[in-house]
T-cell receptor
């Protein structure tokens, strides 16, 4: 099992450019997430998905878009990159705990993509 | 709504001495709680999790945490620090609804030789 993989590892963008951050998991998890981590801060949720074809906004969705056409893949799209999007981006996946509460189980994280917008 | 507060942004200990990283949480329902560790330029790794079973939870690398509902705390401890423990530690709370985790701001653990 590779777990959660992300590409690229590093990227430098110019203001106004677009790019897609790729995320793939091989654990057959239904739930997938995108977070950003700014220096000295915790992670903030950008978007999440509870299954193929179903996505929803997190805490900081502006400037981003996602799609989920398969269970395995959850790409994050940046349109019109801005310096405020300079950050480290983490993809994660999880399954529900399986109990009646429906709480999220532990999340498995990818290694991250370090993005700089100049 | 749920939230988590890590009471120390930076903790420094000597190798071989105990580690205490403090975390308080707020949740309107019975939460799941986690500690994650992040080594420099790496992704996050799960240390341990509490999911309403035993209140004292043992994790990897000798870490453990105790869930105290009356104090709304979930402090992380280790009896003897090792140089390899130097990293950023995140306390995390999970609930229903958005199926997502709420992260604390992190505690950077420094281990002195």
């Amino acid at each position: 099992n590779a777990g959660v993989t992300q590409t690229p590892k590093f990227r430098i963008l110019k203001i106004g450019q677009s790019m897609t951050l790729q995320c793939t998991q091989d654990m057959n998890h239904n739930y997938m997430y995108w977070y950003r981590q700014d220096p000295g801060m915790g992670l903030k949720l950008i978007y999440y998905s509870v299954g193929a074809g179903i996505t929803d906004k997190g805490e900081v969705p502006n400037g981003y878009n996602v799609s989920r056409s398969t269970t395995e893949d959850f790409p994050l799209r940046l349109e019109l990159a801005a310096p405020s999007q300079t950050s480290v981006y983490f993809c994660a996946s999880s399954r529900v705990t399986g109990d009646s509460s429906g709480r999220t189980g532990e999340q498995y994280f990818g290694p991250g993509t370090r993005l700089t917008v100049t | 709504a749920q939230s988590v507060t890590q009471l120390d942004s930076h903790v420094s200990v000597s190798e071989g001495t105990p580690v205490l990283l403090r975390c308080n949480y707020s949740s309107s329902y019975s939460p799941s709680l986690f500690w994650y560790v992040q080594h420099p330029n790496k992704g996050l790794q799960l240390l341990l999790k509490y999911t309403s079973a035993a209140t004292l939870v043992k994790g990897i690398n000798g870490f453990e945490a105790e869930f105290k509902k009356s104090e709304t705390s979930f402090h992380l401890t280790k009896p003897s620090a090792h140089m390899s423990d130097a990293a950023e530690y995140f306390c995390v709370v999970s609930g229903t609804g958005r199926r997502a985790l709420t992260f604390g701001s992190g505690t950077r653990l420094q281990v002195q030789p």
